[in-house]
């Protein structure tokens, strides 16, 4: 069993920034693909970012450009920089572990851009 624990949620003014973080139980966190998802309300949860193993990457093509994804696995952490936010980011973020075709997901923190 993995356990994930977000932080670095909150308000921020639009063109501002976060960064979200996720730490996860485990010794094999350099193994697992991490993502970042999020939820606003009323809509699907949608992939915000994912990193690999390997380190590759890949984002949502409206984040593109503003935010990034990162892992340090000495900190067994995952990272989602995010810059330039708009009110159309607010959402719940979580984190996703997966690993084998196995997922597991943190509890979600809540992101907020309005002024």
């Known amino acids: 069993q993995v356990q994930l624990v977000e932080s670095g949620g909150g308000l921020v003014q639009p063109g501002g920034s976060l960064r979200l973080s996720c730490a996860a139980s485990?010794?094999?966190?350099?193994?697992?693909?991490m993502g970042w998802y999020r939820q606003a309300a009323g809509n699907q949860r949608e992939l915000v970012a994912r990193?690999?193993?390997?380190?590759?990457?890949n984002y949502l093509d409206s984040v593109k450009g503003r935010f990034t994804i990162s892992r340090d696995n000495a900190k067994n952490t995952v990272y989602l920089e995010m810059n330039s936010l708009k009110p159309e980011d607010t959402a719940v973020y979580y984190c996703?572990?997966?690993?084998?075709?196995?997922?597991?997901w943190g509890r979600g923190t809540q992101v907020t851009v309005s002024s």
């Open positions: 996703n572990a997966n690993f084998r075709g196995q997922g597991y």
């Open positions: 485990g010794s094999i966190f350099r193994l697992y693909t």
């Open positions: 990193i690999t193993s390997t380190g590759s990457t």
